[in-house]
Nanobody, 116 residues
Framework: QVPLVESGGGLVQAGGSLRLSCAAP???????MGWYRQAPGKQRDLVAA???????DYADSVKGRFTITGDNGKNTVYLQMNSLKPEDTAVYYC???????????WGQGTQVTVSS
């Protein structure tokens, strides 16, 4: 297992901002790091991810509001979340994909709650 350290979740009013961080040990070689979210009764969906080559992927619902930044040297990823909406309320999970073998690992999750 790859131990992941997540931080930055919390309670914020609509229109506010939060920044999530996720860090993995430097000894692992990453293909990608990113964030998924899951609301009660819903499936877990991609929010944003970045590859070791710098490519990014965003859910349509967060484009223009969220920005993901990766630091491969530190195996750390940041998700800057601006203009938060109540619909963003969910448990956010850090996800990493190792380069070899290409396998998924998940963080424990951090709660993001956006009040109206």
């Amino acid at each position: 297992q790859v131990p992941l350290v997540e931080s930055g979740g919390g309670l914020v009013q609509a229109g506010g901002s939060l920044r999530l961080s996720c860090a993995a040990p430097d000894r692992y070689s990453m293909y990608s790091m990113g964030w998924y979210r899951q609301a009660p009764g819903k499936q877990r969906d991609l929010v944003a991810a970045v590859t070791s080559g710098g490519s990014t992927d965003y859910a349509d619902s967060v484009k223009g509001r969220f920005t993901i930044t990766g630091d491969n040297g530190k195996n750390t990823v940041y998700l800057q979340m601006n203009s938060l909406k109540p619909e963003d309320t969910a448990v956010y999970y850090c996800n990493v994909v190792l380069s070899r073998p290409r396998v998924n690992y998940w963080g424990q999750g951090t709660q993001v709650t956006v009040s109206s």
